[in-house]
């Protein structure tokens, strides 16, 4: 393997972790959202602030995610990151091996 393909595997595998974080903050922000927490809590503005991007993106594209007062949308974040994870960056992983 040449010294671009490791890199490029390096990469990889950092986004997969950055990828892991996120779904953590997103799934923790669901669970937060069940329990309506103190608004002025630094740990919950964190999450809502991290998590927010994801969410209004799902939003932008207007899917309807609210079923039976039920919001989907950390489900459909999560497909869509797991997507990414194991085809995208799976894909590149392995073209950086035939490198």
Known sequence: ???LSHFIISV???LEIVIRAYT???I???LVSWVRPDPFNPIVQLL???SAPAYNLIR???IPTIFGGID???IIILLALEFISRF???YIRALAYQI
Do not use: E, H, S
Request: proline share 4%.
């Open 12 to 14: 990889v595998d950092i």
């Open 28 to 30: 923790a922000a669901a």
């Open 24 to 26: 953590f903050i997103i």
């Open 88 to 90: 995208v960056l799976g």
């Open 72 to 74: 989907i949308a950390p």
């Open 48 to 50: 809502y602030r991290l």
């Open 60 to 62: 932008k594209l207007r």
């Open 1 to 3: 393997m040449t010294i």
